[in-house]
């Protein structure tokens, strides 16, 4: 290799570096945002978001998705040492004071670990599933317009 080779070959791999970077951070501070975040934002409607019952968490994913007959879910993964008293706090403040009818709770050995509840708003239909272990849950709200 000759020395421009080298030289462009060094301020490549430097580029590459600083785009990774600026990349990680910005993933890390939209993750921190999430983290306080007072309201769940789906398809146009407000959901209050369990951060704004149980105060700060730590998010460990985010995912959206748009499906079939006007579906749109968004998905919010979260750990907590309290992960059952968190969410059992969120689903009593959603029946209380966001309007909802809890919905179900499904069993798996003796202990509850999913709880869901839904509210109809016109046509639409707004369905809250909180699903929980030992180390976290994931929440996820899903909107859907018949």
Known sequence: MTDKQVFVFIAAML???VIAIVFVSLILRSLKKLATLENYEVNGFSIAAITK???KRKVVSFGASVGK???AEK???YI???AKEDVESYFKYLEECEGFSFNEAVKNDEDINKLSACKLIGTVKIQVEACYDLTGYTIC???TDK
């Open 53 to 55: 019952v149980v105060g």
């Open 75 to 77: 998905r919010y993964t």
């Open 141 to 143: 709200i899903e909107i």
């Open 15 to 17: 580029l590459i570096a």
């Open 69 to 71: 007959n006007n579906t």
């Open 80 to 82: 907590s040492k309290s």
